[in-house]
Nanobody, 125 residues
């Protein structure tokens, strides 16, 4: 079973940048497809970005396309989310998720097997 720990959240002004990291342990990281999701107060958890097991393919929600970049380093068992041009509506708790033996890209919460505890991102206007 894999454990996921997010870091890198914080408070940033609109237009600023943050890079989130998600460190995995307890499993073979390279066999997992990974995703980032977020949940704002009063809202459902929503898809942000996904990356294939080898990093060759990525997928983004329309709301973040062109501003966020997902990447992974299998040697470090870590997936990243670079967030640029942040907006107040990006404020949420951000979660990383792992799907075992995932060969594609996945947008649905139920497709993922493991979740981190989340990291808070707050964007001030």
């Amino acid at each position: 079973q894999v454990q996921l720990v997010e870091s890198g959240g914080g408070l940033v002004q609109a237009g600023g940048s943050l890079r989130l990291s998600c460190a995995a342990s307890g499993g073979t990281f390279s066999v997992y497809a990974m995703g980032w999701f977020r949940q704002a107060p009063g809202n459902e958890r929503e898809f942000v970005a996904a990356i294939s097991w080898d990093g060759s393919n990525t997928d983004y929600a329309d709301s973040v396309k062109g501003r966020f970049t997902i990447s992974r380093d299998n040697a470090k068992n870590t997936v990243y989310l670079q967030m640029n041009s942040l907006k107040p509506e990006d404020t949420a708790v951000y979660y990383c998720a792992a799907k075992k033996y995932g060969l594609g890209l996945y947008r649905l919460l139920l497709q993922y097997h493991y979740w981190g505890q989340g990291t808070q991102v707050t964007v001030s206007s």
